[in-house]
């Protein structure tokens, strides 16, 4: 499902709470959230609870119009950060609805030493993200040759095997060599009692090295790998100094930035020392920045990469 990251700041007047601290059915309510999937969502604050069996207590709903969408997934953190207060929050919204987590009780969040309400007014932060179900799965499809196709399937001429979490996948000797360097050439020519028809792959899952195989051979293909998976293959060709098909897997991350990835794939570009993602990730980075766009896992974000799009911030463009 999509992730979309989220953060918002509600700043509420404490002569707008005040007279809610007894009130049975009060309540104040937010400016509405538009999203790109359709979906809208705000926030409602309860000083007194939303029903009885809430009396007496605070509570801070995430309200969801769910607009013709069938289920989103929040997960969140409400923070009032004057009064050290952070709470947690998860849910699977089927229908266009609210709901929340308690905040404290309502003597404690009108008591001005608990510094709920500081400087006449109460300041909640909300950021999470939202997993929108869609219906469509997540595909890449790969544009290879009819030559690739035919080899890929001509089972009975397959002379090699190689080996990954246990599982078999049979290949032409022949086409795999010439795609890996002399360094890892020993893999190939694997001294065993099989005489070198055997290729173990190590920490590579199957899923991984049996797409890596197709790549290799150019076929025509659709997988649906996950972020992680993508990620993995990237590294499956730069271990085994295939710069083509790493080159290839390193256009589709590309393709891929958005604010819910584009943190995990700029510490992963500089790990695997992919240039490339690094640069558009940087790009994508300092636009987020200027726009305040919610960042999923921002706070992970490389401390040197964080520097270079502060400082290109400051350069006018002319």
Sequence with gaps: MPEIPFAVLWEIPKNRLMPLKDSLKGYLESTSVSNIHGFQYSFCIFPNGDNDARRGKTYI??????????????????????ANCLRPYGCTYEQSVGRGAEICSTNDFFDPQKKFIVDEKLIVKCDGTFEVETGVPRQQKWDGVALGDRLWWKNDSKD??????????????????????SKKQEIIENKSNKESNE????????????TAVRLIYECNFYTCLTLEELMSLFRFFDQYCIHDLKEK???????????????????FSIS???????????????IAFASKTPLSNANELDNDVIMTVLQNSLYSVV
Excluded at 170 to 178: G, R, W
Excluded at 273 to 285: A, G, M, N, P, Y
């Design 61 to 82: 709903f995430l309200k969801l119009d769910l607009g013709k969408l069938k289920k989103v997934k929040a997960e969140c953190t409400f923070t009032v950060k004057s």
């Design 160 to 181: 090699i095997t190689i080996v990954a979490d246990g599982k078999e996948i049979k290949a032409h000797k022949i086409i795999l060599p010439s795609h890996f360097c």
């Design 199 to 210: 290729i173990k792959i190590p920490n590579f899952s199957f899923k991984i090295v049996e």
């Design 249 to 267: 897997v390193e256009s589709v991350l590309i393709n891929k930035i958005s604010a819910a990835n584009v943190c995990r794939l700029t510490n």
């Design 272 to 286: 695997a020392t992919s240039d490339k993602l690094e640069e558009r990730c940087t790009e994508f980075l300092m």
